[in-house]
């Protein structure tokens, strides 16, 4: 079984400034992919980022990094110049490539201040 | 991706009774899921609705409780049975794979507030 932890149940950051979330996770499987979703007060779950575990290369999206470490079994999201928009609850996610359930993080709620 | 609907967007329901939430999608998808969200948690996936089949239920859900319906690949149904206050929660549906693409990423709708007096 899959199993996500986010270590920090709240986090702040300046406006403009740049904040990494944390994620591990455990997995036996070789093949997985991991996900970073955003949840702000409106309660949609909308996609960040999305990294398939066998490619190197960390992903990015505009302002929004990972960290990307398969042997620690880390999973780090890195959002940098922080809006006022990025104030929400991120959820770190793991899905295996021959299943289709995804396995969620306790999240982390960030609050970006002006 | 996906546009996903959700309806009600939230409802105010007494103990006892029961709720559909109904989720729809603008292009046929494969895979459809349901989670709940319970108030300051995380998301639980209740199960998986099959197209033309029972849905395949997690650990700690039942048919009985959770009742599903997945009539054709656009569309799917989530019913709440005998609601007591301990079912006040988000529902979320979410979907994955396009009929003509595997996407391999899960897309979710805008979530249902359910609470139950």
């Known amino acids: 079984a899959q199993t996500v932890t986010q270590s920090q149940p709240e986090m702040s950051v300046q406006e403009a400034e740049t904040v990494t979330l944390s994620c591990t996770y455990d997995?036996?499987?070789?093949?997985?992919?991991l996900f970073w979703y955003k949840q702000p007060p409106s309660r949609q779950m909308i996609l960040v980022i999305r990294?398939?575990?066998?490619?190197?290369q960390n992903a990015t999206e505009n302002r929004f990094s990972v960290n990307f470490q398969k042997a620690a079994k880390s999973f780090s999201l890195k959002i940098s110049d922080s809006q006022l928009g990025d104030t929400a609850m991120y959820f770190c996610?793991?899905?295996?490539?021959?299943?289709?359930?995804?396995?969620f993080g306790g999240g982390t709620r960030l609050m970006v201040k002006p | 991706s996906a546009v996903i609907s959700q309806k009600p967007s939230r409802d105010i329901c007494q103990r006892g009774t029961s709720l559909t939430i109904q989720c729809q999608v603008d292009?046929?998808?494969?895979?459809m899921f349901w989670y709940r969200q319970q108030p300051g948690q995380s998301l639980t996936l209740i199960a998986t609705?099959?197209?033309?089949?029972?849905?395949?239920?997690e650990s700690g859900f039942v048919i009985d409780k959770f009742p599903i319906s997945r009539p054709n690949l656009t569309f799917s149904t989530l019913t709440v049975s005998n609601m007591s206050p301990e079912d006040s929660s988000i529902y979320l549906c979410?979907?994955?794979?396009?009929?003509?693409?595997?996407?391999?990423?899960?897309?979710f709708g805008p979530g249902t507030r359910l609470t139950v007096l």
């Open positions: 996610a793991s899905k295996n490539n021959a299943g289709n359930m995804l396995t």
């Open positions: 292009s046929q998808v494969t895979m």
């Open positions: 609705a099959n197209q033309g089949s029972e849905a395949t239920y």
């Open positions: 990294q398939e575990a066998y490619k190197q």
């Open positions: 979410s979907v994955e794979d396009a009929v003509d693409e595997a996407t391999d990423t899960q897309y």
């Open positions: 997995t036996s499987e070789n093949n997985y992919y």
